[in-house]
């Protein structure tokens, strides 16, 4: 079965070519793109009180964004965590390099994984078949 792809990067090239990317591997059925967490935050709470089904399997989550980071987003998404009976797999894909970044992302259960920037088609097929 085919998966739910959301991505929540503020770079309109970057989403530009992800979108690309998701295409071109074939192993997803929908995708969404936000420019900030809030507005994914937001879409989320939405899809859960409408329809479970329509929630995504996988989130490709940027860190620095206006509006609401990929920490806060991460904050918020503990908060109705609860409410969601969908295991949603979240990897962090990010330019930066920082250390203190990558360590942050593992004290996170619920991300899966750091994946610097450019991703590849190859990645994404890599994601799908760890589920």
């Not at 859960?48 to 920490?71: A, H, R, T």
């Not at 990897?91 to 990558?102: L, N």
Request: aromatic share 6%.
């Amino acid at each position: 079965m085919k998966k739910i792809i959301w991505v929540i990067d503020d770079d309109i090239i970057y989403q530009t070519i992800i979108n690309k990317l998701i295409q071109k591997s074939g192993v997803f059925s929908a995708n969404s793109s936000f420019m900030n967490g809030k507005e994914a935050i937001t879409t989320l709470i939405n899809t859960l009180e409408k329809d479970n089904n329509c929630l995504p399997d996988i989130i490709l989550l940027d860190i620095n964004m206006p509006v609401m980071d990929g920490w806060e987003f991460m904050e918020e998404i503990k908060k109705i965590k609860s409410k969601i009976d969908k295991h949603i797999q979240i990897y962090i894909v990010s330019s930066s390099i920082a250390v203190e970044d990558r360590n942050k992302s593992k004290t996170y259960t619920d991300i899966m994984g750091y994946i610097p920037k450019p991703i590849s088609v190859n990645d994404l097929i890599a994601i799908v078949s760890n589920e």
